[in-house]
């Protein structure tokens, strides 16, 4: 037995070097490569399945039956072998019959053997074939084996590409097939752009793999590192607000992955395998790829993302590929399309070319997510298919409202986006005329419309739409960028520029709302690791007050940073009134302690509370003597008054916010505060839709806080509505609900002139 993944993989590749470089056939050579690991790894099976003509075929084999080779064939997804290709992932079993996916082909004789184990040959990101391995014994194969696979599978992408073997150009002829296609993903950062299509880089076709100088290999690597970090910090020096708070956290952070000395290890480590400098990244890359289809936690796969940027750009300086469409300069208003982008990365670009990004992944907490929002550009993220669809110069419309790029459109389709285009301009000039204009009804009620907010920069939104204050300030943005946990100094820093910027309006800030689907990689524990429901687990309140180290930091923060000026502080998903009490006397021991010390404090402190958890609804009566306002957070409230998980994509839109059980629950919390003469609003995505807004308002609430580019529309719908005719009307309509409340909604709504598109 083989003592590392290294020694294994170079036992094998010393010996297939010679095979390759011999001039006989590619069957030839596949026969003696199964021979050639067999033997190496022990083991009674070794077979080679390409992809050809959209199936698997078995290529090569040593110990299944020989007259099975060129006649078993097997589709994307069909047994274990399928299964492999399809997903671009490792299978290893003790019992392959045991697997759900095991599919027997009886021509081959493989009933006499129990354990299996499997990888992909992966060539441009997809599975080109497979390497299997099998054996009499029921055993795992040991992580070593299975690297050493992994390994020899990336030699033998090589060999197979060379000579024409697999569907390998099958991707790039679906890419030139002709007419319109729609693309639908995730809006990340919305707006409307058009642009040429542009490839933010060439692939890296690695040409070699099998080393011959393996310290010559080192050293480039070794190099090719240096050059990287100098690129890293001449870009993070070079950004136009590098030192504007956030932003710097999140490049900090991209920094500290050019330097992570794991990285280099794990690529030396292939290298002593015996694979060359661009093989070895590759090789790296491969398995961080697979790792992050195992990551259910999206701020954590973010930061793999990072990490693979990084080796992209690695990849490209050994292999002197430098070229990225940055580099190389925008000629005409482009819409760049990546995989994904590093925030650095994108950095680079010519904002005045740069119209939209298109992304195969990405997602809402990505840095680069937060570094486009801040350029003003538009993200289109988790779009499937864009290789095979997209051609380099296709022209594209990006439109984020929809969620979707049009590829190729025809001229009916272009007439149509600038249509949408025209009256998208229109509305925001509309909505900018009426930034100074109260959000008064028809009928002289002074509605109150906030802003959520989380970065620095977010503050100016209030001058941009004439909003009242920010409702809600989302303090934990701060920590989702640091790459450790922020210090009370840097936090001070960040709320007293946000006070100073928001002015006289009011500002309150959510203390951190950290754990559940917002985990903290410097803060990670067991319990957080193991829960099976984090939205319903440890999270919010909840671990602030575990922490309290945490949040006593967090609370004096605030009180220094607020000197002179009344502080609004909301605590996040109180389910008891002891919970509050608890967050209560923590804040109000910070504030003595710092009246002790002869520290300027605040005017005044306002203490609020979030009601996401329907059980406190149940304790209101013992809560509002504490309280001086309650923010209703309807984006919890939903997922748990129906038990529907918000991110669950069957379930995200099957239960409405304007259900009877919604509107009748939110109706009974508002007229309890109001009656106890405390504040109440609402702050959620509910807020910022006008129909739901409308009703909101029927339902008794004055106060909303929504995002930036929500409040012109609702402010717009506000001055259009007169209050007193809908709540004569919502208090029939939640008596008696109709079969549609929301076709309810919209028909009054139309018929009284109420502006709610």
Excluded at 133 to 152: K, P
Excluded at 608 to 618: C, I, R, T, Y
Excluded at 694 to 722: F, H, N, Q, W, Y
Aim: one cysteine or more; proline letters at 4%; charged letters at 25%.
């Amino acid at each position: 037995m083989v003592t590392s993944a290294a020694a294994a993989a170079r036992e094998i590749l010393t010996r297939l070097h010679d095979v390759m470089a011999a001039r006989t056939n590619a069957q030839a050579k596949l026969n003696q490569v199964v021979q050639i690991i067999g033997e190496a790894l022990n083991t009674e099976v070794c077979s080679i399945y390409l992809l050809r003509d959209g199936v698997l075929e078995l290529f090569a084999t040593r110990g299944l039956k020989q007259e099975a080779v060129h006649v078993t064939t097997l589709a994307l997804g069909e047994g274990l072998v399928g299964t492999i290709a399809e997903r671009v992932e490792t299978l290893n079993l003790d019992e392959a019959t045991s697997h759900p996916d095991f599919a027997y082909k009886p021509e081959t004789g493989e009933e006499f053997f129990h354990s299996f184990a499997g990888v992909p040959i992966v060539r441009r990101e997809r599975a080109v074939g497979v390497l299997a391995v099998q054996h009499a014994d029921s055993r795992r194969y040991d992580d070593v084996e299975i690297e050493a696979l992994q390994t020899v599978a990336m030699v033998l992408a090589e060999l197979i590409a060379g000579a024409g073997l697999t569907d390998d150009h099958a991707a790039a002829t679906d890419a030139q097939r002709e007419g319109s296609v729609r693309l639908t993903g995730l809006k990340l950062v919305d707006g409307m752009a058009r642009g040429n299509a542009v490839y933010h880089q060439p692939r890296v076709v690695i040409e070699h793999t099998v080393a011959e100088d393996t310290e010559a290999e080192r050293h480039r690597v070794y190099s090719a590192f240096g050059k990287m970090r100098e690129q890293i910090e001449r870009m993070t020096n070079q950004a136009e607000f590098g030192v504007a708070g956030e932003h710097q956290d999140v490049l900090d952070t991209y920094k500290m992955f050019a330097y992570d000395e794991g990285c280099s290890r794990r690529i030396n480590e292939a290298i002593d395998s015996g694979l060359t400098a661009e093989a070895a990244i590759e090789r790296v890359q491969q398995r961080t790829r697979m790792r992050m289809r195992e990551i259910s936690d999206p701020l954590l796969a973010d930061r793999m993302h990072d990490l693979e940027d990084l080796s992209n750009r690695l990849l490209r300086i050994v292999s002197g590929q430098l070229g990225t469409a940055a580099q190389l300069g925008l000629r005409q208003d482009t819409i760049l399309i990546a995989r994904n982008l590093g925030p650095a990365e994108l950095l680079e670009y010519d904002r005045r070319r740069l119209k939209g990004v298109v992304l195969e992944e990405g997602s809402l907490t990505a840095h680069v997510t937060i570094v486009a929002r801040a350029m003003g550009v538009p993200v289109l993220g988790r779009v499937k298919d864009i290789r095979r669809t997209i051609v380099e110069g296709d022209p594209l419309l990006l439109d984020g409202a929809q969620g979707a790029v049009i590829v190729r459109p025809t001229q009916v389709m272009d007439e149509a986006f600038d249509a949408r285009l025209i009256v998208t301009q229109k509305r925001r000039a509309e909505f900018a005329a009426m930034r100074d204009e109260p959000p008064v009804s028809r009928d002289g009620l002074r509605m109150t419309v906030m802003v959520n907010a989380g970065l620095r920069d977010d503050v100016g939104a209030l001058d941009v739409t004439g909003a009242d204050g920010i409702g809600l300030f989302r303090t934990e943005f701060q920590f989702l960028v640091s790459a450790t946990l922020p210090q009370r100094e840097k936090q001070q820093r960040l709320y007293r520029d946000v006070l100073d910027k928001a002015g006289d309006r009011p500002v309150i800030f959510r203390t951190v709302d950290i754990g559940g689907d917002k985990a903290l990689p410097y803060m990670r524990s067991d319990e957080s690791m193991t829960e099976e429901n984090p939205a319903m687990g440890w999270r919010a309140l909840r671990l602030a007050l575990d922490r309290d180290v945490l949040m006593k930091a967090q609370a004096r923060a605030l009180i220094e940073a607020a000197a002179g000026r009344t502080l609004n502080v909301m605590f996040p998903m109180v389910s008891e009134p002891w919970e509050f009490d608890q967050a209560h006397a923590l804040f109000e021991a910070q504030r003595r302690w710092l009246d002790e010390h002869h520290k300027p404090l605040p005017n005044a402190i306002r203490y609020g509370a979030m009601l996401e958890v329907p059980a406190l609804a149940e304790v209101l009566d013992l809560l509002l003597p504490r309280i001086d306002f309650l923010s209703i957070g309807t984006n919890d409230l939903t997922q748990f008054l129906f038990a529907a998980d918000r991110a669950h994509p069957r379930l995200a839109e099957r239960y409405d916010w304007l259900s009877p059980a919604i509107l009748r629950f939110i109706r009974r919390v508002a007229r309890e505060v109001i009656d106890a003469g405390k504040l109440v609003g609402v702050c959620g995505e509910m807020g910022g839709r006008t129909l739901e807004a409308m009703a909101l308002i029927g339902l008794g609430i004055e106060r909303l806080s929504i995002t930036p580019a929500a409040v012109g529309p609702v402010k717009a719908m506000i001055r259009s509505l007169d209050v007193g005719a809908l709540r004569a009307e919502m208090a029939g309509w939640l008596a008696s609900p109709p079969d549609d409340m929301r076709a309810t909604l919209a028909e009054w709504a139309a018929r009284n002139n109420v502006a709610t598109l």
